[in-house]
């Protein structure tokens, strides 16, 4: 192992030790501001958190243009099942498979940690003489999983580089020039209860009905891989399973799934009550759906699993912390047969998955809709549905079908500021030096991509005039899931990659 590789990932396991879930990023902003000053190097800070870390040109660089090594601070916490990890005080662990490393059941936040490690450091063998480079800016953001609230929020002088380097992408020896823009859309559907008194209650049973073992994955880049989406798989499941033993022999008394906006969910629950009469149907009928979906999704999600479990009215309390499940009586509230009605049928209607391929790049999306979360409170349901297009026509299109679907059902939609896309510019002064480096070093030109995901660049490119980009970094499997992890032979190639581009501008 390069002995740079070692050290990059020690720094990314000291990082690993700080929480850093998106929108809390306190800890290591901080952490990273102690380091700088503690490396002699100017640090500022914003009122976000944000941070930048200036390293002085090197010897013979004096002349050379700033260059800004750019990535996010946050993470997206993801874990298995049986993992008791809590992302908000746990340090993420990270175990070295061969030539990868993984987390125990976790995500580890190699999108975008990875990016943090690189480039401290490099500005370090910088300041021990070990290598030479340009002035460096290193630009590190916050809540970029859950917004881009950070590179949004960065205010006109708090950098000075015109040339932006880019460290959040996850493929070795592919440089990203462009990606889409995307938008969120809050979709609030409000709940009628019904009340299940303790008279009747003894004629149902309590049932979990949970969707578990999907891939999910990143919503941008994997959208295109055909997974299941554990929330309309669910629906699914429950509208089948009222149609064979009759809707109102199952009552719905909530319904939550998926994360975070830019992850596929990956699981969803209701929990709900059956009628005892029904309860033998019921359990066929689940397992007839469960072979179904196994079936549909062996390919894409081999461990899909539809779990039926019967529960007590005492575990129902205590998901719903605030009580909104009970009146003061303590009789179970159930959704009313309407609200159950115009949950499914919105939540099977709203688009999901690729909308429209690229005229332009072959084998780009160009549109797609990630129906990412839905919750249970206490007058409503929440419901987020993340839209990403490279054509921002095209993203209003979609943005408004999700709204038409959501007002049929009674809803109301409040869509958030978007992001803007990144347009490529394939005779960048930056792409051509980079394709260079990169072919002498390796012997072989790099692929050069657009992608359907988020990037910050849309963002610093949209506000920031005159900016050069280009997105790299080491291979990263499976962001945004439990099985996230990254190849270590790659770190190495882009530390040589980052060290020639470096010389090539004394």
């Not at 578990?212 to 295109?224: D, T």
């Not at 319904?255 to 009469?277: D, K, W």
């Not at 920031?464 to 190849?487: L, N």
């Amino acid at each position: 192992m390069h002995p740079k590789t070692q050290q990059i990932l020690e720094v990314f396991e000291e990082i690993n030790k700080i929480p850093r879930r998106s929108k809390y990023e306190e800890q290591i902003s901080i952490w990273l501001q102690e380091w700088g000053r503690s490396k002699g190097f100017e640090v500022r800070a914003d009122s976000l958190n944000n941070v930048l870390i200036k390293a002085p040109a090197t010897a013979g660089y004096e002349n050379s243009p700033t260059l800004i090594l750019q990535g996010h601070m946050d993470m997206v916490c993801e874990k298995c099942k049986d993992s008791e990890h809590d992302f908000s005080k746990d340090p993420v662990r990270c175990i070295c498979d061969g030539d990868w490393m993984r987390g125990e059941g976790t995500s580890i936040g190699a999108d975008n940690g990875i990016a943090l490690a690189l480039g401290l450091v490099l500005a370090e063998a910088g300041k021990k003489g070990e290598i030479g480079h340009p002035p460096l800016e290193l630009l590190f953001t916050v809540d970029e999983e859950t917004g881009l609230t950070g590179a949004r929020g960065l205010e006109a002088g708090f950098f000075e580089g015109k040339v932006l380097l880019n460290l959040d992408s996850e493929e070795e020896g592919v440089f990203v020039i462009g990606c889409a823009g995307g938008q969120n859309s809050l979709i609030t559907l409000p709940v009628e209860w019904e009340l299940l008194d303790t008279e009747k209650e003894y004629l149902f049973k309590f049932f979990r009905l949970s969707v578990e073992g999907l891939e999910g994955g990143h919503s941008g880049v994997e959208i295109n891989k055909q997974r299941a989406n554990g929330i309309q798989l669910l629906s699914l499941a429950l509208a089948g399973l009222k149609e064979k033993i009759g809707a109102e022999n199952v009552r719905i008394v909530l319904l939550n799934g998926g994360s975070v906006h830019n992850a596929i969910p990956s699981t969803a629950e209701t929990f709900m009550a059956v009628y005892r009469e029904k309860l033998e149907k019921a359990e066929k009928a689940v397992s007839d759906l469960r072979q179904a979906f196994k079936a549909e999704y062996s390919k894409t999600d081999p461990n899909l699993t539809l779990n039926l479990e019967e529960i007590n009215r005492e575990m129902i309390f205590e998901v719903a912390e605030n009580k909104i499940l009970r009146d003061e009586m303590s009789n179970i509230r159930l959704f009313s047969a309407g609200t159950e009605e115009k949950l499914i049928e919105l939540i099977l209607g709203l688009p999901h998955g690729v909308y429209r391929m690229s005229e332009n790049i072959q084998g780009l999306v160009e549109t797609s809709n990630n129906l990412a979360t839905v919750r249970t409170a206490e007058n409503e349901i929440m419901i987020v549905s993340s839209q990403r297009s490279s054509n921002n026509p095209r993203l209003a299109e979609i943005s408004g079908k999700v709204e038409a679907v959501a007002k049929l059902a009674g809803a109301w939609v409040e869509h958030e500021p978007g992001y803007p896309a990144w347009e490529p510019d394939l005779k960048s002064e930056l792409l051509l030096k980079c394709k260079h480096v990169y072919t002498e070093t390796f012997g072989k030109e790099p692929e050069i991509k657009v992608i359907h995901a988020g990037l910050e660049c849309g963002i610093i490119g949209s506000v920031h005039e005159d900016m050069e980009m280009v997105s790299f970094g080491p291979t990263i499997i499976d962001p945004h899931c439990p099985s996230e992890r990254i190849f270590i032979p790659s770190i190495e190639k882009v530390w040589i990659f980052l060290e020639n581009l470096l010389k090539a501008y004394c």
